[in-house]
């Protein structure tokens, strides 16, 4: 019998899952316990069915968060806040929650025009909606994304946000600029990319664009909050640096590349786009 290497979970009686793991606890057992899909061509179609359900679980998410967001139901659970709701039961910050609600509209709207193919992801329609944000305008994203399809399927290549990234806007793509870091640094970026399943690259693209997000979300939020306490930071010359550095060199020949994994030493850089689009 082969191995489907998932946990299997503890006595219910002595160690309950969590409510909300209900229905994971019930698809472990109809999987790998009772095998449902051994019953033929129709258990295996339903979960299929269940599996876009899930891939696409960021627009039900976001459509629950507006609600909260829009009737204030986080007030019924105890919250004085928004930000207090989404920091304490979703473990997100509140622009990042807002920004998940974006996407959901934009998963939703798409689905509305017709669409059987979404995103399926957050990244990917924070993506679709970056070229509209740019020019100030809501744009059409229904035709933004056809585009995006037929590109995809005429070039033999897979949605991903840095492919919707280069289709709709291709100057963000090729500019780019050099860094050198300590080995060290970079083996720690290398380190947390990877646990979040993306390249050094992708991953520093993502940091700053949290930190942007995070100020703007900190300006413009009319809920009371008490500012943070600056800190200040000590600030030292690396000219006498002699400490090995690692670089990284992102070939953009093809989309999606990861980095790769050998150093070769001081002479090598990682490539950060000027502006990078929000994941």
């Given at each position: 019998m082969v191995d489907h290497n998932f946990v299997y979970p503890p006595d219910q009686d002595e160690l309950p899952l969590p409510l909300w793991a209900q229905d994971c606890l019930n698809t472990f057992n109809q999987l790998f316990w009772n095998e449902v899909w051994r019953e033929g061509q129709d258990a295996i179609e339903i979960l299929h069915f269940e599996a876009k359900l899930a891939g696409h679980a960021y627009i039900k998410e976001g459509m629950i968060l507006r609600a909260f967001q829009l009737y204030k139901l986080y007030r019924d659970l105890g919250y004085k806040t928004f930000q207090d709701y989404c920091l304490k039961e979703v473990g997100k910050k509140a622009w990042q929650c807002k920004q998940l609600i974006k996407a959901a509209m934009t998963g939703w709207h798409l689905l509305c025009?017709?669409?059987?193919k979404l995103p399926n992801c957050v990244a990917q329609a924070s993506a679709l909606l970056v070229k509209s944000t740019k020019e100030g305008t809501d744009?059409?994203?229904?035709?933004?994304?056809?585009?995006?399809?037929?590109?995809?399927?005429?070039e033999g290549k897979?949605?991903?946000a840095h492919f919707i990234e280069s289709v709709l806007d291709p100057d963000s793509v090729k500019k780019t600029k050099?860094?050198?870091?300590?080995?060290?640094?970079?083996?720690?970026?290398?380190?947390?990319?990877?646990?979040?399943?993306?390249?050094?690259?992708?991953?520093?693209?993502?940091?700053?664009?949290?930190?942007?997000?995070?100020?703007?979300?900190?300006?413009s939020t009319q809920e009371d909050e008490t500012p943070a306490e600056s800190e200040e930071q000590d600030q030292h010359s690396t000219d006498n640096d002699t400490r090995t550095t690692s670089t990284?060199?992102?070939?953009?020949?093809?989309?999606?590349?990861?980095?790769?994994?050998e150093i070769s030493g001081a002479s090598q850089f990682i490539e950060i786009q000027d502006d990078p689009i929000p994941y």
């Open positions: 025009e017709g669409f059987q744009g059409d994203i229904a035709a933004d994304w056809q585009k995006c399809i037929d590109i995809a399927v005429t897979p949605m991903t050099q860094i050198k870091l300590p080995f060290e640094v970079w083996r720690a970026f290398k380190k947390k990319a990877n646990r979040a399943g993306l390249s050094v690259q992708e991953y520093l693209e993502r940091l700053a664009n949290e930190e942007d997000s995070e100020s703007l979300e900190e300006e990284v060199q992102n070939d953009r020949k093809e989309l999606g590349d990861s980095i790769c994994d």
